[in-house]
């Protein structure tokens, strides 16, 4: 494990410079990217408005967009595309599927797999993670649907987050429950959005908040009624 520094900024399209310093593993670039195979149907679907410069990432892979290594590396190599895109300022991520944001990770692919094929999953993890907290667009996660675990890690790493009203959604590291301790850059992801004591609490109990709930501790700025965004 390495230190790695992720900029996010430094371009128009992003007023704001941050720099901050993670603890990972070397990340994994484009060319590792063109080396995995993506399935051949696509599992998230991408609009551009060359008029607003604002791009719509549409996950769909049913049931339940679970971050599969397929996934991983089409949402990565979709959002390195429109990060060279001069013309995109702003993307948003979200579902076509009702009901559900992202389950988090594949679960299948934490399930008998060779430690090689562990570790390029694992690989593609902390590439979507790099990518999507690294990147100079300015990043929206409109959560329409359950958001557990990876699911809400990849929400928090977005700038901002809006999240359908709605009782049967739930957002959180919950991993806890499943007998999983979340990686310490899941936990510090969380701890930038809604602060060290919140996230203790939710780790500890492997917590799923609604939307309203999220609100009250800061998650984000706003939530709509509408049950898809
Ligand atoms: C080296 C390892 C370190 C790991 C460190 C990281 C730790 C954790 C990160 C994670 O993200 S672990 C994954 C955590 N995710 C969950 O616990 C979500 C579990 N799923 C649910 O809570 C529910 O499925 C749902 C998302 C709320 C949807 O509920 P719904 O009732 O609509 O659908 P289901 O009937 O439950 O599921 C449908 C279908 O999808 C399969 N499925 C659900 N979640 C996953 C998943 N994460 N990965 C793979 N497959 C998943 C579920 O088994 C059903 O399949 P079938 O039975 O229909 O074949």
Not at 94 to 103: G, H, M, N, V
Not at 143 to 155: D, H, R, T, V, W
Not at 181 to 209: C, I
Request: proline share 5%; charged share 20%; aromatic share 8%.
């Amino acid at each position: 494990m390495g230190f790695g520094t992720v900029s996010r900024g430094g371009s128009s399209r992003w007023p704001d410079q941050r720099l901050c310093t993670v603890e990972m593993g070397p990340p994994c670039h484009t060319s590792c990217l063109s080396r995995r195979k993506s399935s051949s149907s696509p599992k998230i679907k991408v609009d551009l408005d060359s008029s607003t410069g604002i791009a719509v990432m549409k996950f769909q892979s049913p049931p339940v967009n679970s971050l599969s290594l397929d996934f991983l590396t089409e949402f990565c190599i979709s959002l390195e595309k429109l990060e060279m895109d001069r013309s995109c300022r702003g993307v948003v991520v979200t579902s076509a599927l009702p009901k559900i944001f992202s389950a988090g990770l594949d679960i299948m692919e934490m399930y008998g797999k060779s430690p090689e094929r562990c570790g390029e999953f694992w690989k593609a993890v902390q590439e979507m993670w790099l990518k999507l907290y690294g990147s100079n667009m300015v990043t929206i996660a409109a959560i329409n649907g359950s958001s557990p675990a990876g699911g809400c890690l990849m929400a928090l790493t977005c700038d901002y987050r809006i999240m359908a009203e709605n009782p049967r959604y739930g957002i959180g590291l919950n991993e806890t429950q499943l007998g999983i301790v979340a990686p310490f850059w899941f936990k510090d992801t969380m701890v930038n959005t809604v602060g060290h004591r919140t996230t203790e609490l939710a780790l500890e109990l492997g917590l799923l908040y609604s939307a309203p709930d999220a609100l009250r501790l800061a998650w984000w700025t706003s939530w709509c009624r509408r049950t898809r965004c």
